[in-house]
């Protein structure tokens, strides 16, 4: 119930800085802090409710509601970003078309949220989609009509709240994965391209976890996925 959620207020201090060893190449590192005010509590609330049965309505008094009411806890999120960025303009043909990226995101918060279902042998959660650490990298070739771009992702575990119907269920969680996907363009003409792409080349499972990061609640695999296409401007 959106009645029940106010928004989260916060206190940003952010400080980057930035290197240059090149026209194509640089070094980025962004420190960042926030301070925010807001978390979510659990709460049993009763209300009257009306349901029609058969053209007739019936009154049912008092009847459990389980809400989330938005708390006056202040967290935090601390970390630091790296990044770079590089362009082999002074190799040979055809190789100063080669570039490479990368970037790391390091953070840590004290956000809490409750473990319900076993709070004496199971640790509370963090922050919904929090992960600590999330990276990056990605080589690619740039032409005068064709891009072809190879890219790795990382993310660590993290809190993913399920929609089971049930208010004592354990924290579930997605554990730690790494994706590789590609694309490459063509540019046949100032009007049309022919790109593809494909996802999770590796065919990397998706793995939920409930309470703790060795009992499963979900497995999956989608395979990788290729996508063809023209696009064209007229």
């Known amino acids: 119930n959106g009645?029940?959620?106010?928004?989260?207020?916060?206190?940003?201090?952010?400080?980057?800085l930035e290197y240059y060893p090149s026209e194509d190449a640089t070094i980025a590192a962004a420190f960042y802090h926030k301070e925010f005010t807001g978390g979510y509590e659990t709460a049993i609330?009763?209300?009257d409710?009306?349901?029609?049965?058969n053209g007739q309505?019936?009154?049912?008094p008092n009847v459990a509601h389980v809400?989330?009411?938005t708390s006056d806890d202040t967290s935090t999120i601390k970390g630091v970003e790296l990044t770079g960025q590089v362009?082999?303009?002074?190799?040979p043909e055809p190789f100063n078309g080669l570039g490479a990226k990368f970037a790391w995101?390091?953070?840590?918060?004290?956000f809490v949220t409750k473990e319900i279902a076993s709070p004496d042998a199971v640790a509370d959660a963090n922050l919904f989609g929090f992960s600590k650490d999330v990276a990056s990298a990605s080589l690619y070739w740039e032409g005068d009509n064709t891009t072809i771009r190879l890219l790795w992702k990382y993310r660590s575990k993290y809190f993913q709240p399920n929609g089971l119907p049930f208010p004592d269920r354990s924290n579930r969680y997605v554990q730690p994965a790494e994706y590789f996907d590609m694309s490459a363009n063509y540019k046949v003409n100032s009007s049309v391209s022919v790109f593809l792409k494909g996802s999770n080349l590796t065919n990397t499972a998706q793995v939920y976890t409930r309470g703790n990061d060795s009992t499963i609640s979900d497995y999956s695999r989608s395979g990788p996925k290729w996508e063809l296409g023209v696009k064209a401007k007229f």
């Open 45 to 47: 609330e009763y209300r």
């Open 105 to 110: 995101n390091r953070a840590d918060s004290d």
């Open 87 to 91: 362009h082999f303009v002074d190799l």
């Open 57 to 60: 309505d019936v009154d049912y």
């Open 3 to 16: 009645n029940h959620l106010d928004p989260y207020t916060s206190i940003n201090y952010d400080l980057s």
């Open 67 to 69: 809400v989330k009411q």
């Open 49 to 53: 409710i009306t349901v029609n049965l």
